[in-house]
């Protein structure tokens, strides 16, 4: 099992139920098979399981105005190399693992907003880029400070568990501690695959921008 790190740090106090995100749908099907998802879609069997913070909900947030990732400038896999690399030595995560997190979150595409709201690099949320003493939510530098920031937290409250903490940082601390484990979700559980293969990938090939578009 791959483990992160745990800092000594005060940053364990953070890590609160505040961080968690979703309304969590549930329904039970004719085998008897209990069927759980975050995103119902309209489906009527589901019915209110789990009522999370409002962080993420099915559709575009109100207010909000998704921009997808839509940077294609090769420089982009190296153009925050120094704030990488300074926020995990700073917070004692591999450079690695937070590579991963932005080559899944955004592409390396800072402008990059979510459905949900959630902007740049780390794809934060403004409530989470807040808690995390981020001042500007868009400045790629401070975005990468707080996602990494998030990182030490989570992987100090999972004990260093490495798909814990990617999950958590995906679904929310709380959600992942109220199923025990990863979520039954899919696109919480794809999320997990992707960023341990790249985070393989990113340990395993040197040359950044290499790893970054490698083909499976």
Known sequence: MLRLTRAATVLTVLAMTVLARADIYTYTDADGTVHFTNTPGGDRRYRLYIRGNGWQRPGTAPGVIPIPPSDHDIARYTRYDQWIHAAATLYQIPEQLVRA???????YDSRAVSVSGARGLMQLMPDTASLMQVRDIDDPRENIYGGVRL???????????LELTVAAYNAGDGTVIRFGGIPPFAQ???????VTKYYRRYRSIVDVVEASVALD
């Open 101 to 107: 997190i932005i080559r899944c979150e955004s592409d």
């Open 151 to 161: 990182l030490r937290v989570l992987a100090n409250e999972f004990n260093g568990d």
């Open 188 to 194: 919480t559980r794809d999320y997990v695959v992707n």
